[in-house]
């Protein structure tokens, strides 16, 4: 039976995710959330409150709001979220805890070691901003990728913990900088797209759309996107293209609200600010564009392969997983708008390669990036960490 809070028994095993805010949770974890409720888990979510609370209490699961300072760099705010967090940690006694991005992971690891956590599973769902290489990076930024690095070996040296990567270029660099024993790591590819959900349909009627789903950040290629949809129209290239997404405070690299404005009131793109149906933003698209610098494997792109629509994305980790280039879309490298200017060209001269890609994109993604699959993964890597803790029917 799992221990209880004060080391007594207790009737379910307890899984715990800290995640930075609840709207990232319900996006992206929230099927791994159902599949541990129904294995017979309490399940307790752990997140910044941006509003979306309510809709992890509406599948049965618990939220506990715990706000991360995700862009500040202070060593005052850390030093109460971590305490925060070591509090969590001794309150819920989970059997299972499950850390994803950076801040969760290295606070979240360093609480539950605290707390002598049976099993615990650390998401590296992409590099972030530390890593993301700059044009002229000051000593400052070299400081902190240097502290960062510390953190994360500091964080994921534990025989009860297992680091998830969600492509083999990521999981690379951790085992080259000696920051986690490769036999500790796992890769499981994305948050798991509903191809249920997200279905194709044909190419709509009327002058093409391009669309770019990401928050507004700089590193997601929003600049070099603009740049391109304005050299297009320049060229008399009939289409529209549009921003969909909010801009992230918390995120260093956020594209100003006002910038976003201006390129509205140009004319050169729409910004459509965040949306919830995202179905029908692809189903409304002709091509998806996602010039990112890195990622880890972005869902956007995997729901829109799974809608049926090609990509246009950068050659780098975590995109090119998703998209194959010349198969289901377009690869061009990063931070190069005039050749993301040329393959969007290519990509709106022929709505017949456009349908075909789309097609091959939607089997690329059912074969592996399917929901499913993922959660089965995450199942299966629980079940290895938990043992005989795992719950029975008869528990």
């Known amino acids: 039976m799992a221990r209880g809070k004060a080391g007594g028994a207790r009737r379910r095993p307890k899984a715990l995710f800290v995640v930075n805010s609840d709207w990232f949770f319900v996006s992206h974890r929230l099927a791994l959330g159902r599949a541990l409720r129904d294995a017979g888990f309490e399940v307790v979510v752990a ?13 049965g699961l618990r939220f506990e709001p715990l706000p991360f300072d ?23 006694a989970p059997d299972l805890a499950h850390h994803v991005t950076i801040k969760p992971v290295l606070y979240g690891s360093l609480a539950a070691r605290l707390a002598r956590a049976p099993a615990v599973v650390n998401a590296i769902s992409g590099l972030g901003f530390v890593f993301i290489e700059r044009a002229s990076p000051s000593p400052r930024d070299a400081l902190l990728r240097a502290g960062v690095l510390a953190a994360y070996r500091l964080a994921l040296d534990s025989a009860r913990a297992r680091a998830v990567f969600q492509n083999e270029d990521d999981r690379a660099f951790f085992v080259g900088q000696k920051l986690v024993d490769p036999a500790r790591t796992v890769i499981v590819r994305g948050s798991g797209v509903d191809t249920g959900r997200f279905r194709p349909s044909p190419l709509p ?40 997404g909010a801009p992230d405070a918390g995120n260093p690299a956020s594209v ?8 509205q009131r140009e004319g050169v793109v729409e910004w459509w ?12 698209a002709h ?6 610098y890195r ?14 629509r090609a990509c246009v994305t950068t050659d780098v980790p975590g995109c090119r997983d998703v998209v194959r280039g010349g198969e289901t879309g377009w690869l061009v490298p990063a931070r190069d708008a005039r050749a993301l200017e040329r393959a969007l060209a290519e990509a ?43 719950p029975t029917p008869a528990s």
């Open 205 to 244: 009627a009327g002058d093409p759309l391009v669309v770019l789903p990401a928050r507004m950040l700089w590193d997601k290629g929003v600049g070099e996107f603009v740049e391109a949809a304005r050299a297009l129209r320049a060229r008399g290239v009939r289409a529209r293209f549009a921003l969909v």
């Open 70 to 92: 995700r862009g500040g760099r202070s060593p005052a705010n850390d030093a109460r979220t971590l305490a925060r967090l070591a509090a969590l940690y001794r309150r819920e």
């Open 47 to 59: 997140a910044g409150p941006t509003g979306d609370g309510p809709a992890i209490e509406a599948e």
């Open 348 to 390: 709106l001269a022929d709505p017949g390669e456009l349908a075909r890609r789309g097609e091959a994109a939607r089997g690329h993604v059912q074969n592996g990036f399917s929901r499913e699959a993922v959660v089965a993964a995450h199942l299966r890597l629980y079940r290895e960490l938990l043992g005989p803790r795992w």
């Open 273 to 284: 600010g965040h949306r919830r149906d995202m179905p029908a933003v692809y189903a409304s």
């Open 287 to 292: 091509v998806v564009a996602l010039p990112s």
């Open 256 to 263: 100003p609200h006002g910038q976003l404005e201006a390129w």
């Open 295 to 308: 990622e880890g494997l972005p869902l956007a792109l995997a729901e829109a392969s799974a809608s049926g």
